[in-house]
């Protein structure tokens, strides 16, 4: 069993940066596919961005070239750094993890971009 924990969210202006983390419990980090996914009120939630157990990187179109995600195998996190935020950012970020046979999700951390 997986359990993941996030933080980092917050009030950011437009053009700001954060950085949200997520820390995952219980064995095999290193073999799970991580991700992180967003759902903005009243939408679905989508994928913004994954990493392979591997390291291979995945991003949504609209966050390419502004988000980085990484992972830190020796301590079981993942990162997400948000740079030139936009209010269309704004949504609750939630951590993923999969491998072979189950997925698991964060609780969900909120960010919110507005002037």
């Known amino acids: 069993q997986v359990q993941l924990v996030e933080s980092g969210g917050g009030l950011v202006q437009p053009g700001g940066s954060l950085r949200l983390s997520c820390a995952a419990s219980?064995?095999?980090?290193?073999?799970?596919?991580m991700a992180w996914y967003r759902q903005a009120p009243g939408k679905q939630r989508d994928l913004v961005a994954s990493?392979?157990?591997?390291?291979?990187?995945n991003y949504a179109d609209s966050v390419k070239g502004r988000f980085t995600i990484s992972r830190d195998n020796a301590k079981n996190t993942v990162s997400l750094q948000m740079n030139s935020l936009k209010p269309e950012d704004t949504a609750v970020y939630y951590c993923?993890?999969?491998?072979?046979?189950?997925?698991?999700w964060g609780q969900g951390t909120q960010v919110t971009v507005s002037s």
């Open positions: 993923y993890a999969a491998n072979v046979f189950q997925i698991f």
């Open positions: 990493i392979t157990s591997g390291g291979s990187t």
């Open positions: 219980g064995s095999g980090f290193s073999r799970n596919a």
